[in-house]
């Protein structure tokens, strides 16, 4: 199995809806990452989490709360986002957090009204 | 900090060789990646190569790598329409971040 799965593939929610991304891997990788891309832009990254620890944080804002329940699973807890926050988020995997080769999930397109 | 330069757009006819070139600034990357993104999609990895190699091919793909000049390139044999993509290049920056290019837009025409 050497795939990422996310769940859900689209999302529409209102500013003051709490909602949840979730990502799922089963190729034993200890690094799991969520990116944000915006249309004709490349991924940003917004957390890291490593042997399931947040290591990586890149100054996200609170409303975006990650957890990772173990090393399979990945969520990304949404509240009270922004019509700018409207995306497409990327759950990833890597053997280890070292500069390792990405294994992406399709995303979830997100739309915040 | 680890910058990745790529053109954003690239036009080619079907049949023809395509080569998307890269630039980064950070040799210190142990490895370098081609990610391809469709339409709607997330970013597949195409291939990648270690940083003390100077080429690897793979079917129809060749990636070329000069480490004197910090040059990345990628070369599709036999561009189909399939092909059509964004592809980014990226590699490792500091603290094991992998950077991306702002990606390259690959129009194949007929």
């Known amino acids: 199995d050497t795939e990422v799965t996310q769940t859900p593939k689209h999302l529409v929610m209102g500013m003051t809806n709490k909602k949840s991304l979730k990502c799922e891997q089963h190729?034993?990788?200890?690094?799991m990452y969520w990116y944000k891309q915006k249309a004709k832009k490349p991924p940003e990254l917004m957390f890291v989490y490593s042997y399931e620890k947040l290591s990586i944080n890149e100054s996200v804002p609170s409303r975006f709360s990650p957890e990772c329940p173990n090393s399979s699973l990945l969520n990304l807890h949404l509240h009270a986002l922004q019509p700018e926050d409207s995306a497409l988020y990327l759950c990833?995997?890597?053997?280890?957090?070292?500069?390792?080769?990405?294994?992406f999930g399709s995303g979830t397109q997100l739309s915040v009204l | 900090g680890e910058d990745v330069e790529q053109s954003l757009f690239l036009s080619v006819r079907e049949g023809d060789s395509s080569v998307i070139n890269c630039t980064y600034t950070?040799?210190?990357?142990?490895?370098l990646y081609w990610y391809k993104q469709e339409p709607g999609a997330g970013l597949q990895l195409l291939t990648y190569?270690?940083?003390?190699?100077d080429m690897k091919q793979d079917q129809r793909l060749t990636v070329l790598l000069n480490k004197k000049d910090k040059h990345l390139s990628l070369r599709i044999a036999d561009t189909q329409t399939g092909d059509s993509a964004i592809y980014f290049c990226a590699g490792g920056g500091r603290d094991d971040k992998i950077i991306f290019g702002k990606g390259t837009r690959l129009h194949i025409l007929p």
């Open positions: 190569i270690f940083s003390n190699m």
């Open positions: 190729m034993g990788h200890r690094a």
């Open positions: 950070d040799s210190s990357s142990t490895y």
């Open positions: 990833a995997s890597s053997q280890v957090n070292s500069g390792e080769k990405l294994f």
